[in-house]
Structures are given as structure tokens and as C-alpha cells.
């Protein structure tokens, strides 16, 4: 909750929200990078000349560049057309304008971003609020070589950052998948972030990645520095800055302790996770990027139960065509053997733009742009993605999975493309596996109230809890303002999940739970409790989900499930749950402890 976030006495340690979690120390290096806003961080005295050194840098920077951009027009346009070019030079050469700027860094103690924001804003504002067009229009033309000035400053932060070698602790205002995919995983000690949800993309993405994660900190980039030495503790959702000799030591009796505990787990590893009474329970692991097939075993899974196509193509300057795609999908297939992998079609939209894909803004994008409506709007882009998904097909054991489905219409306008591009394919004498299942997300509320025509229409489903939970409760998953409002544990989630159950149960339709909170041990307890064939969790998580299960029987998991749906409110789920949490982690260490 908001209001619970406290600064300890000394005001080293933060408190902000738990994402995921690790423990991790290294030095601060915060995003600035091109990620919409422009962020702003105080500087020490002793760095003020080189905030001024950066400023000069970009100047010099763009100067140059409009000096040749100049040229350029000049002789395939014109002088005339040239002119506004030089213009913008001179409006850089402005030395109050300059002057402005360098104070603001040196009184205020900001970086040159936040200056440079600042006499942006200060230019519209001034000329903007007087009348006329033709003014309105030169405060733009005026701001504009400032706003070149800002993006080199941003862009060459990027550059610097991407030479060096160094592991850092990536700080950012808000927790987006394009702050936690900044640099290589392998750099990226932490991720803390001011803003964000805690089942927010951007933390799926971290959780799936291993990546220490707190967020919910306001003000953070405030009292941060860039190398600012710090700790990040994700399971706590605590941050120390300037750690001392004895938070060290602190800290490193944790990380012993917390690796003697992913021991423990990993012994379960190898295990299936079969239940007490012999009940086969699906563990899959969820895949964001390429990169994550390295972080498993194959055979410690039951295969993927959701691989996030969109990833792979935000991972990209442009739309990859059908043969890249065929490539990479056949890649996974192949890594994975007779292992199922579950595809899911592109996902974009929301808070997962991709950067070459221009959406529309909207004022509600979780409701808006998003999934297989774009899709089925943009039949290409669907056309071209099931073509790669079914020539690949031969190649291993694949399932396809829609996002954001919210009609039974959307289903059967799914399905006769899919019908269309595998006969297509077939005439053109491809080879195309002879059973692809295709099955649906359940993650928009109107489907539960026809559970029964959908299984008709898929053969399998899979709820995506992340998304059921925001739209069910009304509660955006990426605001940190109404985060503690975002509550898997709600009676009426568990009603629908178990409704959810029950209809595929009926229908003969295998189901499974891919959504964040299905990596919680005991929740995943309660889902083979109320009737879950599986779940698919981040590969981290699969040691100890296969101890939850392992430790309980079918019957005993029946029952846990009944008591957490005759509870009334969330308090009291969390309540059941915590007691339950507390058995399986006292069975963990001591394993003769009845769970
Ligand atoms: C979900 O909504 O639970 C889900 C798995 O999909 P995503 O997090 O990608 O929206
Ligand atoms: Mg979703």
C-alpha cells in the first residue's frame, strides 16, 4: 500500500513494493534513455561541471549535425528551404538561452536533461500562451533544436551505458518492459523503479528474468545518483542506499540464506510434480525471449505453457517476416523436443508497444488497442504469424494460444483464419503438423459467462490471472496507486477461476493457470485444488512449486481449495494461505514437518 511505504531512520533504507524476488548489490545507473518521460535526478556539487561538460557535448553534437543536415537540404531543396536550418543553429547559439540552462543545473543541482526539459517547457509556455497562430507556431520551431539537444543527451547516455561492461542496478520512474530489457540480462544486477504494478508486464517480464525488482518508491530518482552504491532486497521490496560494512554483512547472511533455501527447492527439480496420491499435475514454464530457454532444464519441465510471442518482436527495429518468425518458433520446438509449446499470438498494445508499430493514443489502453483485436483488424499481421506457427509445426509439439479474447464471435473469426492459412499452406504444399490445438486466454470477465460455448469452440484454455484480475476488479495492473486494491486472493477471482475449472472439466478440455500469481506454491496448491490440470510459471519458480505439490494429495488439495472458497473476503484467503505458507516452509527445511 502507498501509504505504508516508510524511509527508515537513518533514510538509507527505501520501502517500496516487493516484485521479485533476490538480493543484489551494485552501483545505480539510471534510465534516461528515450523512454518518453524525461527523468530527472539531483547531482552532487562536484558533478555539476560535468552535467555542464554533457550540455556542451550535446550542443557541439547537434550543431554539427544540423550543419550537414543543411548542406544536405540546401542541395537537393534549395537555400530557401535550407534556411530553417541555420535558424535552428542560431536559436542553439543563443548564449541567455545557454545561460539558462547552466543555471538551472548549478542552482537547482539537476542533470542536463532536466534543465534542458525545463527551458523547453519554459519557451512553449512563454510563447505559446500569446495570441495567435503564426507566435504559436515559432515557440514550437523555437523549443525544437532544444528538444534535438535533449534527445542527443538521452541517446548518448544510451551509447555510453551500452560500452561499458559494468553490472548495474537499473533505476527508472517506471517499471516497463523496455526499463528491464535495457541492457543484456547478464548486466542487470536489480531493477527499482519509482512507479508500476506488481503484475505490470514490465514485472512479469523481471520475475521472468530473475531480476531482483521493487518498485513504489516515490521520488526515488531524487535521491539516487547515477554509481550511487545500493542494495535491493526484491522479496522485502527494500532499497539501502550507500549500503555500510555492517548492512554488507547484513546482507550477505541473507543471500546465504536465501541460496540454502533455492538448494533445498532445486533438489525437487528433476522430480515430476506428482502429488501424494500419484495425481499428475502439469509444472510449464513461461518464456519471454530466446534467452530464457537457456534458464531451464527441458526436462524439469512439462514443457512451455506460454511463450509470449511479442517479445521477440519487440526485441526488434522492424516486424519480422514470416521466415524469421518460422526460424525462431522452429528453434523453440526443436530446443524443447516432445515437450508441448504453447505459442501465443502477438500480444502488443497497452503497456507492450513496440517501437515501430505506431498505436494510436488512447486514454484507456488496457481497454483499448490491444491483443487479438489488433489482429483481427490487421488480418496480415496474423496471417503472416500463423504461417510461421504452422510450417513450424512439424518440427515439434505445438499448441496455439489467442490473447485478450473477449467474444465468441473473436474465436470463430480466429479460427476460419487459421483454417484459411493452414489450407493456404497445405496447397502450397508445406508440411503442417496434422493436430495444432488451438485454445483461448481467459482474461476478459465475458467469457466466463459463457464458459461452456467457448470450450466448444478451443481445445484448451489457459488463464492469464495477471489480466482476469485488473478487469474483474477494475484495477489497472501497472498503477501503483491502486496496487494494494490488485488482489488475486478476492472470492469472487477464485469463484471464477474454479467456474473456469469446472467447465473444462465438463467439456473434457485440458486447463491450466498462466498468470504471475500461479508461481506462488500455495497458490498453486489451491489451483490443482480446484480442478487445474496445470499451471506455467517463470522457470525459476519450478523447484518450489514441485515441492508444494509434491508435499500434498489430491484429496488434501480438494480440501485447502474448499476452505479458501467458503471464505468471505481476501483477508481471510490470505489468512488460510499464509498458515499454509508457513507449514510448506517449515516441511522445506525440516522435511519430516507435516504440511
Ligand atoms: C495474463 O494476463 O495473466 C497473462 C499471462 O498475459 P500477460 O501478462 O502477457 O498479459
Ligand atoms: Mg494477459
Known sequence: MLADRSIAPQNRTLKGVAVAPGLAVGPVHIVRAGLGEVPTWFVREDEVPLEIGRLAAALNSVA????????????????????????????????????????????????????????IESLEHTLGSLDGNNVRGYAADVADPWRRVLDMLLHRDREEVHKSAERVVLAATELTP???TYLPRERILAVVCEK?????????????????????????????????????????GAITLRPSEEDLARFG???????????????????????????????????ESLLDLETFDVAHTDGIGLLRTEFL???????????????????????????????????????????????PPEHNPALGWRGLRISLQWTDLLRVQLCALLRASVHGDLRILLPMVGTLEQIDEARSV???????????????????????????PSLLFCLPQVMERVDFVSVGTNDLVQYMLAVDRDNAWVASLYEPMQPPVLAALEAVALAARAAGK??????????????????????FDGVSVAPQFLGELKF????????????????????????????????????????????????
Request: hydrophobic share 40%; aromatic share 4%.
Open 64 to 119: 554539427e549535425v544540423l550543419s550537414t543536415q543543411e548542406a544536405r537540404v540546401a542541395r537537393e531543396a534549395g537555400a530557401k528551404d535550407a534556411a530553417i536550418l541555420s535558424v535552428h543553429r542560431a536559436i542553439l547559439e543563443d548564449p541567455s538561452a545557454l545561460r539558462d540552462v547552466e543555471r538551472t543545473i548549478r542552482d537547482t543541482r539537476v542533470n542536463a536533461e532536466a534543465a534542458v526539459q525545463k527551458l
Open 178 to 180: 523496455q526499463v528491464v
Open 196 to 236: 508500476g504494478g506488481r503484475f505490470s508486464h514490465g514485472a512479469v517480464l523481471a520475475r521472468s528474468l530473475g531480476l531482483p525488482c521493487v518498485i513504489g518508491v516515490p521520488n526515488l530518482l531524487g535521491r539516487l545518483e547515477q554509481h550511487m552504491p545500493v542494495a535491493v532486497d526484491g522479496g522485502q
Open 253 to 287: 547472511e541473507e543471500q546465504r540464506a536465501r541460496r540454502a533455501r533455492v538448494d533445498a527447492v532445486r533438489g525437487f527439480l528433476h522430480q515430476p510434480a506428482q502429488m501424494a496420491c500419484g495425481r499428475r499435475f502439469l509444472v510449464q514454464a513461461n518464456v
Open 313 to 359: 518482436y519487440m526485441e526488434r527495429t522492424q516486424f519480422p517476416s514470416e521466415e524469421e518468425q518460422y526460424r525462431l518458433y522452429r528453434r523453440v520446438l526443436e530446443h524443447m523436443g516432445d515437450q508441448p509449446v504453447t505459442l501465443r499470438t502477438l500480444d502488443i498494445g497497452g503497456d507492450k508497444p513496440l517501437p515501430y508499430f505506431k498505436t
Open 418 to 444: 487459421f483454417d484459411g492459412v493452414r489450407a493456404q499452406l497445405v496447397e502450397q504444399g508445406y508440411g503442417v503438423a496434422a493436430d495444432v490445438p488451438v485454445g483461448v486466454m481467459i482474461e476478459v
Open 510 to 531: 485440458p486447463c491450466s493457470v498462466c498468470g504471475d500469481i500461479a508461481s506462488d506454491p500455495v497458490f498453486a496448491l489451491l489451483l490443482s485444488g480446484l480442478g
Open 548 to 595: 508444494a505439490l509434491r508435499s500434498a494429495s489430491g484429496d488434501q488439495a480438494r480440501t485447502f481449495a474448499r476452505d479458501a472458497r467458503a471464505l468471505g473476503t481476501a483477508k481471510d484467503v490470505r489468512a488460510l494461505m499464509a498458515e499454509r505458507r508457513r507449514a510448506l516452509h517449515a516441511a522445506l527445511v525440516t522435511p519430516a514437518t507435516p504440511v
